[in-house]
């Protein structure tokens, strides 16, 4: 179906807004666990706001991309940002595994759950959209973009757990397990990224 010039460009608007948006959320996920990891140092925080400033970074890149271009450039994703997952990944297991093996138990954050809680409603709702503006604009790295966004979903899903064994289950250890869980995972996207292959422009779905 051909898409007329003045739809492709409403969609190519709201899809600068959009990445604009996630890019706000992430740094808001990032300040909030930055600020909570002093208060309680908790391993699962600093591993969740590690991950949000990267894929902070990543969203305001796409955005400004769009932006300056007035379209969405068929370009793969910055390698930078392959690095930049690749040292959260290290750099959670830095803070992770001495607490393991310290057996050492973080304060309990209230604030934190609900930080956890608020990100797994939020975005799937915005992951949600990203996958049909790439859809309707046939753009391959809005996908990508969407599908990372949508992976933040699991680290709050793993954030949540963890912060719940140590309050509610006086499980201390769970932590920075879910730390160490989460490590797999930015591992993954750092491949993913530095060893993309050229990708067709366009999805279909």
């Known amino acids: 179906m051909t898409v007329s010039p003045e739809d492709r460009a409403t969609w190519v608007r709201h899809s600068w807004r959009l990445a604009l948006v996630a890019a706000l959320v992430h740094a ?35 955005g400004l991309g769009i932006r300056a271009a007035g379209e969405i450039p068929p370009q793969r994703a910055s390698r930078v940002l392959g690095y930049g997952y690749a040292a959260a990944a290290v750099l959670t297991l830095l803070i992770a595994v001495p607490q393991l093996w310290r057996g050492f138990r973080p304060a309990i954050s209230p604030a934190g759950i ?3 809680a608020v990100s797994m409603l939020v975005i ?48 201390g250890w769970g932590d920075a397990a879910g730390a160490v869980a989460m ?18 422009k366009f999805v279909e779905e």
């Open 28 to 62: 808001a996920q990032f300040v909030g666990c930055a600020l909570l990891w002093r208060e309680t140092g908790s391993a699962v925080l600093a591993a969740f706001g590690l991950d949000a400033v990267v894929g902070a970074c990543g969203a305001l890149r796409l």
């Open 114 to 116: 609900v930080l956890a």
């Open 124 to 171: 799937p709702i915005v992951g949600s959209y990203m996958k049909s503006l790439a859809v309707e604009l046939r753009s391959q790295p809005f996908r990508s973009a969407a599908v990372f966004t949508f992976g933040n979903s699991y680290l709050s899903l793993v954030l949540l757990t963890a912060l719940l064994l140590n309050a509610g289950m006086d499980l």
């Open 183 to 200: 490590v797999p995972f930015m591992a993954h996207k750092s491949v993913q990224i530095l060893l993309e292959e050229e990708r067709p």
